[in-house]
């Protein structure tokens, strides 16, 4: 009997378990974006192009937005944007007695908004000009009647038309006051409740910055044909000239009272643009073109690769 009861014991006996499991699935990792929107991207931000012979009365091109102003220049050198509009149809061609194109003590402007429309704030903003192109169609714009002797030699049309050129930016905070983005101070805060306010704090009696630099201590040549002379930082030129934002300019943002380095994302401004012409601009600048194109690159606070919109 004792013998049978033992082999009815199993030697491996099993049970039943509750059992309970949870999960973490999907684990996904996804990089921010840093874009820039620009409202005039692809197009020009001014054109002030004669159409046919530059006569009395000819029509001037315009780029959409532009406004042509006669400068009521200062004993100081500074001028006022708020007197002597002219009566020109932006986008259009009007007829301006005696314009046809640029004349000197000529003041344009136009503006274009400018922004990180991206997920991540951007580290900074910078605006450039990678390279100018200057053309001088002498023939096509002088005569007998506008001979200019330098030297014995005859100058009309063979100026560098960047030499008489003034470029100043900046934007209004909506704080009574405006960020210089071109001008003696890039990136100044100036006390300022209009445009007028903002360009004569950040233009002071410069009338803004020159397009185009000359090494130090050497006189521009004049042009010698009518064929594009392109002027690019990367290139030594006989003609020492380079852009002077060849290597960028920090556009600075407002916040909090003053001026910051990051765009945080969804900010924008509204950034105006003035170009002068000198008023003592003489002969040697008639029919001479230059062409500029703005750059505009931003990089995220880590340092990523830039993204820029022209």
Do not use: K
């Amino acid at each position: 009997m004792v013998f049978g009861t033992a082999a009815l014991v199993h030697p491996d006996p099993t049970y039943a378990l509750f059992a309970a499991q949870t999960t973490n699935p999907a684990n996904t990792f996804q990089a921010g974006t840093v874009r820039l929107s620009n409202s005039r991207s692809g197009a020009s931000l001014f054109l002030s192009t004669a159409n046919g012979p530059v006569t009395p009365s000819t029509s001037i091109s315009l780029a959409s937005g532009t406004t042509v102003l006669a400068p009521g220049l200062s004993p100081t050198g500074g001028f006022s944007v708020t007197t002597g509009t002219m009566s020109l149809m932006p986008g259009t061609a009007s007829q301006v007695t005696g314009l046809g194109g640029l004349a000197p003590g000529t003041v344009m402007t136009n503006s274009l908004t400018i922004g990180n429309v991206g997920t991540l704030s951007a580290g900074r903003v910078v605006l450039s000009v990678p390279a100018v192109t200057l053309v001088n169609p002498a023939a096509q714009s002088c005569d007998t009647s506008t001979v200019m002797l330098v030297g014995s030699v005859d100058v009309c049309g063979r100026g560098r038309l960047t030499d008489v050129l003034r470029v100043t930016a900046f934007y209004l905070t909506g704080e009574g006051s405006a960020v210089c983005v071109l001008g003696p101070n890039p990136g100044a805060l100036v006390p300022a409740q209009t445009d007028t306010d903002a360009l004569l704090g950040c233009a002071g009696s410069t009338l803004g910055v020159p397009l185009t630099q000359a090494v130090s201590g050497q006189t521009l040549p004049l042009a010698t044909s009518a064929d594009p002379l392109n002027l690019v930082s990367t290139t030594v030129l006989d003609e020492r000239i380079t852009p002077v934002l060849a290597t960028g300019t920090l556009v600075r943002n407002y916040r909090n009272g003053a001026t910051v380095d990051d765009w945080e994302a969804g900010r924008t401004r509204t950034i105006t643009f003035v170009v002068a012409v000198d008023p003592q601009a003489d002969n040697r600048y008639q029919g001479a073109q230059a062409v500029a194109t703005l750059t505009w690159t931003s990089t995220s606070l880590s340092g990523a690769p830039a993204v820029s919109a022209p």
